[in-house]
């Protein structure tokens, strides 16, 4: 519920504040124009970026919001296999007459419905910020796109998340493994997308896999990028679940 709260306020804070950066008009132009083009790479900005609502959400987006959620859903999915053997009530757990696997794909389920949940919350906040803050049309298909986009990358962390509780110990504290985990992963593909001589960093980063350049006239998924997400994180839960079936969780 916190993290849904943070998340749906800098939302709405971040358009709230668009109308103030159009108004600024050539003054924000300049301003982007003087910043070094290595810099407006790595931020995925331009001049243009900023003139439109969905451009200056998108920028945001790709930086904070997508890295909010990711952060909130991993660290969950860090948590959520463990938490019996954190809490020691695992002993408890395993007087019921239910499988590892029945445990295991209770677990996914109740945290494929959170993770659905917070991003639909925060989508719809970006719908009504966006409603009540654009000074022009909207394309609404491609924030629909962006959005679904980003979804499939926070699904993908997020089962990074389950398959970590199986290698850290329960007693730890997930939260700063995650947070350098997400913001590295972004930091990576911002100096990937800096430089031409730096490009080759980006292969190592899935945010590189994910465009959020709403304004290309060309905007559109990258299917490819959701099924390998898709298929990867497929993967992991398969080694999650076969890490459980066998870890001792009562000692």
């Known amino acids: 519920m916190i993290w849904t709260t943070i998340v749906v306020g800098f939302t709405v804070m971040v358009l709230s504040i668009f109308p103030f950066m159009a108004d600024m008009g050539k003054d924000m132009t300049q301003l982007i ?76 389920m109740s945290l494929l419905v959170l993770t659905i949940l917070i991003y639909v919350i925060q989508t719809l906040s970006a719908i009504i910020g966006i409603s009540a803050f654009a000074q022009s049309e909207v394309l609404w298909s491609k924030l629909a796109t962006m959005q679904i986009s980003g979804f499939f990358l926070v699904l993908f962390f997020t089962s990074i998340g389950v398959l970590l509780s199986m290698f850290v110990k329960p007693k730890k504290n997930f939260m700063g493994i995650v947070v350098g985990l997400t913001f590295g992963s972004y930091f990576l593909n911002a100096i990937a997308k800096s430089t031409d001589a730096t490009s080759w960093l980006g292969y190592f980063s899935p945010f590189n896999y994910v465009d959020f350049t709403v304004l290309a006239s060309d905007y559109e998924i990258n299917y490819m990028a959701i099924i390998g997400f898709v298929a990867i994180a497929a993967v992991l839960l398969f080694i999650a679940f076969k890490s459980y079936a066998k870890k001792d969780i009562a000692g």
């Not at 920028?59 to 860090?78: C, D, M, Q, R």
């Open 33 to 108: 124009d003087n910043m070094p083009v290595e810099l407006q790479k790595a931020m995925g900005m331009d001049a243009q970026t900023w003139s439109n609502i969905l451009g200056f959400y998108s920028t945001y987006f790709g930086i904070y919001i997508v890295v909010l959620v990711a952060i909130y859903t991993t660290s969950t999915g860090a948590t959520i296999i463990s938490k019996e053997e954190k809490d020691g009530t695992s002993e408890f757990l395993m007087t019921k007459p239910i499988s590892r696997l029945t445990i295991f794909k209770t677990k996914m």
